[in-house]
């Protein structure tokens, strides 16, 4: 730790790190404020307050060209059968770290990998921006909104576990969310991010957890009707984006030239040196 660092304490280093991630929420606002005319809307038709139409049936069409069901509809038709059960449970629990896994994995970057922490936010931040901008530039219905065989079912799980107070409160949430931010998936996104970037630090033993959280995800979401399959390969997309702009970053900090003090250090002899010379 720096000297620097040592004026602060835990609890205010945590909150430095944190404070970036409020971009996040700006831009979240932002693309909900654009959208607010499209709520509501199951068919197309409407626009965004910048002229951009909703869609409702792309991405329901490439998903039934490429697997030819819907998978959304086609797992609910055999998994719901209308109780819960413990795969809604885990569904619940994977779709919920959507939440916190970013904010965790920056706290850890900041403390164990700090030369890290530059392009650990960037790649965050470069995942949110395309990501918001491209639900600003193809607002697109989610299965749930779109397809008439498609239930929301991401809050299924939390009555299993019997916590119904946060399944009341994941209601209260998506009810205030933006409803036609689909394309990309950032919970996709964020899954592939935080595996990509923590899979060179990470223990081998560790690895495989980190590519099947990735691959939970996007199952959980499939299955929950949150998200379409192409809504999920345009979030992994998007996380590689991020991923790319934070290596970037982090080839540009190691390819900078040491400050002049550094330099000048290394120009001098060794202690002792001299005096060999002087002997010599």
Same mark, same amino acid.
């Given at each position: 730790?720096?000297?620097?660092?040592?004026?602060?304490?835990?609890?205010?280093?945590?909150?430095?790190?944190?404070?970036?991630?409020?971009?996040?929420?700006?831009?979240?606002?932002?693309?909900?404020?654009?959208?607010? =005319?499209?709520?509501?809307?199951?068919?197309? !038709?409407?626009?965004?307050?910048?002229?951009?139409?909703?869609?409702?049936?792309?991405?329901?069409?490439?998903?039934? &060209?490429?697997?030819? +069901?819907? #998978?959304?509809a086609w797992l609910q038709r055999h998994l719901v059968d209308g109780s819960t059960h413990w795969y809604d449970? +885990?569904? &619940?629990? *994977?779709?919920?770290?959507?939440?916190?896994?970013?904010?965790?994995?920056?706290?850890?970057?900041?403390?164990?990998?700090?030369?890290?922490?530059?392009?650990?936010?960037?790649?965050?931040?470069?995942?949110?921006?395309?990501?918001?901008?491209?639900?600003?530039v193809y607002p697109a219905a989610p299965p749930w909104l779109g397809s008439p065989h498609v239930e929301r079912?991401?809050?299924?799980?939390?009555?299993?576990?019997?916590?119904? #107070?946060?399944?009341? *409160?994941?209601?209260?949430?998506?009810?205030?969310?933006? =409803?036609?931010?689909?394309?990309?998936?950032?919970?996709?996104?964020?899954?592939?991010?935080?595996?990509?970037?923590?899979?060179?630090?990470?223990?081998?033993?560790?690895? #495989?957890?980190?590519?099947?959280? *990735?691959?939970?995800?996007?199952?959980?979401? +499939?299955?929950?009707?949150?998200?379409?399959?192409?809504?999920?390969?345009? !979030?992994?997309?998007?996380?590689?984006? !991020?991923?790319?702009?934070?290596?970037?970053?982090?080839?540009?900090?190691?390819?900078?030239?040491?400050?002049?003090?550094?330099?000048?250090?290394?120009?001098?002899? =060794?202690?002792?040196?001299?005096?060999?010379?002087?002997?010599?």
């Amino acid at each position: 730790m720096t000297g620097r660092d040592s004026r602060h304490g835990p609890v205010a280093q945590l909150l430095i790190a944190w404070s970036p991630l409020s971009a996040i929420l700006v831009l979240y606002a932002v693309a909900q404020w654009i959208s607010a =005319p499209l709520a509501g809307r199951t068919h197309a !038709g409407g626009a965004n307050r910048l002229g951009f139409a909703l869609h409702t049936s792309g991405p329901r069409r490439i998903d039934e &060209a490429v697997f030819g +069901v819907l #998978p959304s509809a086609w797992l609910q038709r055999h998994l719901v059968d209308g109780s819960t059960h413990w795969y809604d449970a +885990v569904a &619940a629990l *994977v779709y919920a770290t959507h939440f916190v896994s970013i904010p965790l994995v920056t706290a850890f970057v900041w403390f164990r990998a700090r030369d890290r922490f530059a392009a650990w936010l960037v790649s965050v931040l470069g995942l949110t921006l395309i990501g918001v901008t491209g639900y600003v530039v193809y607002p697109a219905a989610p299965p749930w909104l779109g397809s008439p065989h498609v239930e929301r079912i991401s809050r299924l799980g939390w009555h299993y576990l019997q916590l119904d #107070p946060i399944a009341r *409160v994941s209601a209260i949430g998506q009810g205030d969310s933006n =409803p036609v931010a689909a394309m990309p998936s950032l919970h996709a996104g964020a899954a592939l991010l935080v595996s990509g970037f923590l899979w060179p630090l990470a223990h081998r033993w560790w690895r #495989p957890v980190l590519a099947l959280y *990735v691959v939970l995800m996007a199952l959980t979401l +499939v299955y929950t009707g949150e998200h379409y399959a192409v809504d999920v390969v345009a !979030g992994w997309a998007t996380a590689a984006a !991020g991923l790319a702009a934070g290596a970037s970053v982090g080839r540009l900090r190691h390819r900078r030239p040491p400050p002049a003090a550094a330099r000048h250090d290394e120009s001098r002899p =060794p202690p002792g040196a001299r005096s060999e010379e002087s002997r010599a």
